[in-house]
């Protein structure tokens, strides 16, 4: 979480959404966690952030704004994320590493987007990932 932090940061992200079981950059007391802080390097700190058990009730305030949904997911209705230009506020939606983005928040989201693989693996790191679609979809929108 912390290398996501210090990408999205650095690719210009506003705020940064955190659901479920991901780790968040405090504890339960409001100490900072010394593993993200440490890769995040103060990103965690000035950077917004904020944690929803699930994602459902942000996704449709969001939505509701006029944000447009993107999932970063191999899926049949998914495209080559360097074909897509953000148009408008945009949410991007990072899956688990292992299970990817479940099926009811793919069929929440307005485009899916993947990244090519050319190896045997068909997979990335979630913060590898994250780093190649935000400088993309940010150059794509100059």
């Given at each position: 979480?912390?290398?996501?932090?210090r990408?999205?940061?650095?690719?210009?992200?506003?705020?940064i959404?955190?659901?479920?079981?991901?780790?968040?950059?405090?504890?339960?007391?409001?100490?900072?966690?010394?593993?993200i802080?440490?890769?995040?390097?103060?990103?965690?700190?000035?950077?917004?952030?904020?944690?929803?058990?699930?994602?459902?009730?942000?996704?449709?305030?969001?939505?509701?704004?006029?944000?447009?949904v993107?999932?970063?997911?191999?899926?049949?209705?998914?495209?080559?994320?360097?074909?897509?230009?953000?148009?408008?506020?945009?949410?991007?939606?990072?899956?688990?590493?292992?299970?990817?983005?479940?099926?009811?928040?793919?069929?929440?989201?307005?485009?899916?987007?993947?990244?090519?693989?050319?190896?045997?693996?068909?997979?990335?790191?979630?913060?590898?990932?994250?780093?190649?679609?935000?400088?993309?979809?940010?150059?794509?929108?100059?």
């Amino acid at each position: 979480m912390g290398s996501i932090f210090r990408t999205a940061d650095a690719a210009g992200v506003t705020r940064i959404y955190l659901s479920g079981y991901t780790p968040i950059p405090v504890d339960r007391f409001g100490r900072p966690q010394k593993d993200i802080a440490k890769t995040a390097l103060g990103a965690e700190t000035s950077l917004a952030w904020e944690y929803h058990k699930t994602p459902s009730k942000v996704l449709k305030q969001l939505k509701a704004a006029g944000w447009e949904v993107v999932g970063i997911e191999q899926d049949a209705r998914a495209r080559d994320y360097r074909t897509f230009a953000p148009t408008r506020s945009t949410l991007c939606i990072l899956g688990n590493e292992v299970k990817g983005i479940s099926k009811t928040l793919r069929d929440q989201c307005d485009v899916l987007l993947e990244i090519p693989m050319y190896g045997t693996k068909e997979s990335l790191n979630v913060s590898v990932a994250a780093g190649i679609v935000l400088f993309a979809l940010r150059g794509n929108n100059q």
